[in-house]
């Protein structure tokens, strides 16, 4: 007959324990999967510090360009709106050229500009097709040149890229610009 301290023996003798040892060949070792996993963590943190932790001279000016979108369309947009204000009929002749954009374009232009402001996708009219847009262009044409023709009589030479607006001097932007 086997006695009680030989079977303990046989199963946790010689600082092993062959019940967690059978267990873990169907259950893995919730500690040491968790030792191997903070270990890759750690493993990926110091090849991450080692990569950025110094950045060149190519990745600063990377990262700086990467910065710029943002600022450059706002200070653009708002830049439009002075414009705007400045000389309507300038800023009109202008807008009219936009008028013959391609939709598919503006699409595209909207998801570049979206994806600097955090968008994911912009995809407003996916089923539009380039023929629907060309036809469209084609059809807005005669009135966008009427749309010039008329901006050039109310003021003449503005729409072709001349000074501001002639219809009436601003006596205020007029001081501001000779005193500065």
Same mark, same amino acid.
């Given at each position: ?12 003798? =010689? ?5 967690? #040892?059978? $267990? !873990?060949?169907?259950? +893995?070792? $919730? !500690? ?36 710029? =979108? ?11 709106? %002075?414009? *705007? ?11 009219? &050229?936009? $008028?013959?954009? +391609? #939709? +598919? ?7 570049? %500009? ?18 629907? !847009? ?7 044409? +005669?009135? %966008?040149? #009427? ?14 890229? &001349? ?7 601003? #006596? *205020? ?8």
């Amino acid at each position: 007959m086997v006695k009680l301290g030989q079977l303990f023996s046989f199963f946790f003798g =010689g600082r092993r324990n062959v019940i967690a #040892e059978t $267990a !873990e060949v169907f259950i +893995p070792n $919730a !500690e040491n999967s968790a030792q191997r996993t903070t270990d890759v963590r750690q493993q990926a943190m110091a090849q991450y510090a080692h990569e950025f932790g110094q950045p060149g001279l190519v990745n600063r000016i990377a990262d700086g360009m990467n910065r710029m =979108g943002r600022p450059l369309i706002t200070y653009g947009v708002i830049g439009l709106f %002075v414009s *705007a204000m400045y000389d309507p009929i300038w800023f009109a002749a202008r807008m009219q &050229g936009l $008028a013959l954009v +391609p #939709e +598919p374009l503006w699409i595209i232009f909207g998801a570049i %500009v979206s994806f600097f402001f955090g968008a994911r996708e912009l995809s407003k009219y996916r089923g539009t097709s380039m023929a629907k !847009e060309a036809a469209r262009i084609a059809a807005a044409v +005669p009135q %966008v040149v #009427e749309n010039i023709k008329t901006l050039n009589s109310l003021s003449p030479g503005i729409a072709e890229g &001349g000074g501001y607006s002639s219809l009436g001097k601003n #006596e *205020a932007v007029d001081d501001w610009k000779h005193n500065g």
